[in-house]
């Protein structure tokens, strides 16, 4: 997403560091006034509640009403809220999720790259990225349709799936590239090692809880698939990998590549997985993470 802001250098991180900063301030307030609304809670999780104990911030919302007016179905018009904040959430994944299968077509590491890294020339999005990850979220998103266990292990799958690939990179700062890595235009300092330590040992304990069981006594019909699905992951990546001759990744992928798009600059860095239109006027350095739009 940085590609596409002026000054993505700084602009990228500063826009990290303060989404974090707001959604603590934001988060803490509304978990607080959740938490001093519950009115019962054994009824949170009763099969005789409203709720059918499935949804419990749903019915610490009712039951708020409820003791308020003597009636809980006036809460209903406040659930439109987390409706209308959950649409907004998925449309920011479908945004996310499609540039990274853009960025990463247009270095060759995806199947099928070159109909993943192409630009509509009307809108200059990748408009078959954004519909390919819409596809494959609507096709994870069925089964939910059947089973309400479904519905956990789909966003425990998305949550420690989005911390794991966040954090790989803290990681290995941390560690292997603790003495080889090079600041760029902002950094944290002193303070990115203890940061990024905190940030991995916290991946690691939040990680441990989502793929813990939801329900006990745990069968098939509601186990946790979410330690399925990442490891399927992780495993599909690391034999990809590791195959052996030049079916391997580790043979032809050489990571993201730097370009220089537009008929002004001299320099012409061209990727064999991208092919620029007459109509790109701008400079991308993907290597370096910063973008300027003429």
Wanted: aromatic share 12%; net charge positive.
């Amino acid at each position: 997403m940085t590609e596409e802001t002026k000054g993505a250098a700084k602009s990228g991180p500063r826009g990290i560091v303060m989404t974090v900063v707001v959604s603590f301030f934001v988060g803490f307030a509304y978990l607080l006034s959740l938490t001093f609304s519950i009115q019962d809670p054994a009824n949170l999780f009763s099969p005789e509640s409203e709720t059918g104990g499935g949804y419990a911030a749903a019915q610490v919302i009712w039951d708020a009403f409820a003791g308020r007016y003597g009636s809980g179905k006036r809460s209903i018009a406040l659930m439109v809220v987390p409706l209308v904040g959950q649409f907004f959430c998925g449309l920011a994944s479908i945004t996310s999720n499609s540039r990274m299968l853009y960025a990463f077509s247009r270095d060759g590491a995806v199947p099928g790259s070159r109909w993943w890294h192409s630009i509509n020339p009307k809108t200059q999005t990748p408009v078959a990225a954004v519909w390919c990850c819409a596809a494959v979220a609507c096709l994870l998103g069925l089964p939910i349709l059947d089973s309400a266990v479904v519905f956990t292990a789909v966003t425990s799958i998305a949550t420690i799936g989005l911390y794991i690939s966040y954090v790989i990179p803290s990681l290995l700062r941390i560690t292997v590239a603790r003495k080889t890595f090079q600041a760029g235009a902002f950094s944290l300092g002193a303070l990115s090692v203890p940061i990024g330590l905190a940030a991995v040992l916290w991946v690691c304990f939040i990680t441990v809880i989502f793929v813990l069981p939801t329900e006990f006594p745990v069968t098939k019909l509601n186990l946790n698939y979410a330690p399925v699905a990442v490891g399927v992951v992780l495993i599909f990546c690391t034999g990809w990998w590791w195959l052996p001759g030049k079916l391997g990744a580790r043979t032809w992928f050489k990571g993201p590549q730097s370009q220089v798009l537009g008929g002004q600059d001299s320099a012409y860095l061209s990727n064999p997985a991208f092919q620029p239109s007459p109509e790109d006027g701008f400079l991308v350095s993907v290597g370096k993470a910063h973008a300027v739009v003429a």
